[in-house]
């Protein structure tokens, strides 16, 4: 492939990658085909509005890397994070000013950029190489964020941080997305040899991640409790039978739609882990 089919590629396979996240049925205490989970301000249709506006996005950071490869990675990260800014932009007016995808903007964005830097140098995407790439690319930046935090103008993220010393997707990122090396892509891949729909791998996968990710949404909904509760909720249903995870899912979302929590950085990740697996795949 030339670098603009490169873009195009990967680009497509992280719209492909958000438009089947939401699509994903049951997901606890998220947005779904049968519900709207514990979000009052969001449905399915936004997600796919949402995933439309980014169309495009996910081309330009593979292109800015192609093109900027010789940049330090501080360097080129800067250039990623305008383009994000605008993404975001373009979200939220896609939305109505709803925040769908902020998660998946930085993560998938990041990821794309290593994707293309991965397949330029290889001639294939190598989810280990894509993973490492990203970790590059943002760490510098990310340990200079956590250190110059303006107290005076602090996100959820930064308050969580500096109250349990939980970096959240950005620690998760700058660690090269350690969930999704050794837990979410592998247990996608293992279930590839059970006798079940891709929907409800994507399902257990889901709960794979929530089972062990420290997801800040749940903490900014809720408590580091909660948090603890739903790691173990989901262990839980995936130590049952294959043929009972998916009908206790379904119990699960009621329970979080009860309690008013979202596990939104679980599924920022599962989106992320598509991604990867959708290029490995084709």
């Known amino acids: 492939m030339n670098e603009k089919e490169i873009c195009l590629y990967i680009n497509n396979a992280a719209v492909k990658s958000l438009l089947y996240e939401v699509s994903v049925s049951p997901k606890p205490g998220l947005v779904d085909k049968y519900n709207n989970g514990s979000h009052s301000d969001m449905n399915m249709l936004t997600f796919i509005d949402s995933s439309i506006a980014l169309n495009g996005y996910f081309y330009d950071c593979c292109s800015i890397s192609l093109d900027n490869k010789d940049l330090p990675y501080d360097d080129l990260f800067n250039l990623l994070r305008i383009r994000g800014i605008k993404a975001d932009k373009d979200m939220l007016k896609a939305t109505g000013n709803i925040n ?69 997707i950005r620690g998760e990122a700058a660690s090269g997305f350690p969930t999704i090396k050794n837990e979410s892509l592998p247990y996608l891949k293992y279930l590839e040899k059970e006798n079940i729909n891709f929907n409800d791998r994507c399902v257990m996968t889901l709960l794979k991640i929530m089972s062990v990710a420290d997801d800040t949404n749940i903490i900014s909904r809720g408590s580091l409790k909660s948090l603890e509760y ?53």
């Open 100 to 168: 769908t995808h902020k998660g998946a903007v930085f993560s998938l964005g990041l990821l794309a950029s290593a994707s293309a830097l991965t397949y330029e140098k290889k001639g294939f995407f190598d989810s280990e190489t894509i993973l490492f790439e990203a970790g590059e690319i943002c760490r510098h930046s990310f340990l200079k964020d956590f250190d110059m935090i303006n107290h005076n103008c602090i996100t959820n993220g930064e308050e969580i941080y500096l109250k349990y010393g939980i970096k959240g």
């Open 230 to 282: 739903i790691k173990k909720k989901s262990k839980d249903i995936l130590s049952m039978p294959l043929d009972s995870q998916i009908n206790s899912t379904f119990d699960f979302d009621k329970d979080l739609i009860d309690k008013n929590l979202s596990p939104g950085g679980s599924a920022d990740l599962l989106a992320a882990t598509l991604m990867i697996y959708f290029l490995e795949k084709n």
